[in-house]
């Protein structure tokens, strides 16, 4: 994702978990040659499993091919995992035609994945965002993105 997606994304999560609703407008709008919000969410809901769950299996930088290919064994067994996937499949799927309304589901859905797969209480929410949102421009400077 480039940098100015993924700062819409991350503003669109912002605003609908603290209920702003002008600002949610305001970041539903595009400009010709932008994809929408809702398809840039989907996009984020994958990058955070792409950061979290692997993270959760231990894998690491560091780690011996046979460390990590028995991580990775593990990681793609595991059916939250599989769940995962299912859900950031159907999300990308329901993106490019979704309503405002639709699109404020999606930024929903990721919230209730992030505090069901994470440690994370409501009142962390807004940090975590903004350290995924961190990591994710991080990431992205060092791509090229």
Known sequence: MAPDDILRACGYLEA????????????????????????????????????????????????????????????????TVRVSQVLIETLKTLAPTASREQTETIARSLFAYLLSISDAAEDDMLPLLGGLREAALQRAASTGA
């Open 16 to 79: 609908v978990w603290r209920e702003d609703g002008a600002d949610m407008a305001a970041l539903l709008e595009c400009g010709p040659g932008e994809r929408s919000t809702a398809v840039l969410l989907a996009e984020f809901g994958e990058y955070f499993i792409q950061v979290m769950l692997p993270a959760q299996f231990g894998i690491h930088d560091g780690m011996s091919a046979q460390e990590l290919a028995a991580a990775a064994e593990k990681l793609q067994a595991d059916p």
